[in-house]
């Protein structure tokens, strides 16, 4: 079975500071992972995968299978990155994509 | 870039009508296509998943019966919910993948009141 756990509902973090989103994953064959952002009142958009090791908009987020976590990374937060984030997960072949329960992500100026 | 458009952004019916919601892919061929339902404040929770041509593979929970799934051609999908209920309310998401190894691409969503 897939499952995607995102442990924080809420975090908050100061213009400027590090941010750190978490996701956890549970599954037994290879995954591909994702992170999905939605803004307010916008569709839900893919912000990377861990197959294209990309840093989008100073996100950047690793694969770690030991630790089964794929969690979202940037240095510096800015204020437009005030979102809803949701890590996801595609298991081989079977192409459905689970979510997990997002972190809504505030920056405070 | 991949564009799924959906329609409608809302509706509101009266008890015991069908709605049905249309997931188009306006750019490119989509072999799958998913349909998720989001309740306030939580997370997508994947209905079904389906592929063109064939018969909708339902989660586990989800009515078949109630929410009928079709997905006739590489651009169109549509989910009917028959026979709707106040506790059918909620907001609809469809998403659209050209097949294994391509992205998913998410339509704008449908929020449905049953009144």
């Known amino acids: 079975a897939q499952r995607v756990t995102q442990p924080e509902k809420l975090l908050s973090v100061f213009k400027g500071a590090p941010v750190e989103l978490k996701c956890n994953y549970s599954?037994?064959?290879?995954?591909?992972l994702f992170w999905y952002v939605q803004y307010s009142r916008q569709r839900l958009q893919l912000l990377l995968r861990h197959i294209s090791r990309e840093s989008i908009k100073g996100f950047t987020a690793d694969l770690n299978k030991g630790e089964t976590s794929f969690h979202l990374k940037k240095p510096f937060a800015q204020e437009e990155d005030s979102a809803m984030y949701y890590c996801a997960l595609s298991g081989q072949g079977a192409q459905k994509l689970v979510f997990g329960q997002g972190t809504r992500l505030t920056i405070n100026p | 870039g991949a564009v799924v458009s959906q329609h409608p952004s809302w509706v509101i019916c009266k008890s015991g009508t069908s709605v049905k919601i249309e997931c188009r892919s306006l750019?490119?061929?989509?072999?799958?296509m998913f349909w998720y339902r989001q309740f306030p404040k939580q997370s997508l929770m994947l209905m079904a998943t389906s592929n063109e041509g064939s018969k909708a593979t339902y989660e586990q929970g989800v009515e078949k019966d109630k929410f009928l799934i079709n997905h006739a051609s590489l651009t169109l999908s549509t989910l009917t919910v028959t026979s709707a209920h106040p506790e059918d309310s909620s907001f609809y998401i469809c998403?659209?993948?050209?097949?294994?190894?391509?992205?998913?691409?998410f339509g704008s969503g449908t929020r449905l009141t049953v009144v």
């Open positions: 750019d490119f061929q989509a072999t799958t």
């Open positions: 599954y037994s064959g290879s995954p591909e």
């Open positions: 998403s659209a993948s050209a097949g294994q190894g391509f992205s998913y691409t």
